[in-house]
């Protein structure tokens, strides 16, 4: 074998060994939610959803998250408030925009620190947001929690108001992603 055809077969060997350390895994859903704080000058509330589908594509021997995607539909959030929620998928035309989805463009982890960036879709609208979160990795599991803000306005949504003062236009979301490493 010359001594090329040997340096090819080394470099697939290692690369595929890389490849197969990458997997694409899916969020445990009953540990799994979304959260969003909205605020208004007489009261802050927030609605839960325990119904998200999150996916990563990681790296569990290097302790690394390569891609993420994640889906909820916007008619599972539960505020405690059926007549709030009821109102909230009104404004934000729920029969149209079921969905809020979420595709990443970039994924930056510093120790325990993680940094996405990506696409997020809400209300027919798609804008580059950034989520800032931690990451948790056992040998059973693997848990993100993550924190960003979006603009009502920005994504088209006329902001709601009670005795004549809208909410503020910042939405806050949390978000948990639990993930089974075996």
Avoid at 1 to 26: E, K, P
Avoid at 147 to 168: C, G
């Amino acid at each position: 074998m010359t001594r090329f055809r040997i340096i090819c077969s080394m470099l697939a060997a290692v690369w595929i060994a890389a490849s197969a350390q990458t997997q694409t895994i899916g969020a445990v859903k009953d540990e799994s939610t979304v959260t969003y704080t909205m605020t208004h000058p007489l009261h802050t509330f927030d609605a839960v959803s325990k119904d998200v589908y999150y996916r990563a594509e990681i790296d569990a021997v290097k302790r690394e998250i390569k891609k993420v995607v994640a889906q909820v539909d916007v008619t599972t959030f539960d505020s405690g408030n059926s007549n709030r929620d009821s109102h909230s998928m009104e404004v934000i035309d729920a029969i149209s925009f079921p969905y809020v989805t979420f595709f990443s463009t970039s994924v930056v982890q510093t120790g325990d620190s993680l940094q996405v960036a990506g696409k997020l879709t809400f209300h027919g609208v798609t804008k580059d947001i950034v989520l800032h979160g931690t990451t948790n990795w056992t040998q059973d599991k693997l848990v993100v929690d993550g924190k960003f803000v979006l603009s009502l306005t920005e994504f088209k949504i006329e902001r709601p108001a009670l005795l004549l003062m809208p909410v503020s236009d910042d939405l806050h979301f949390e978000l948990k992603a639990v993930f089974a490493l075996k």
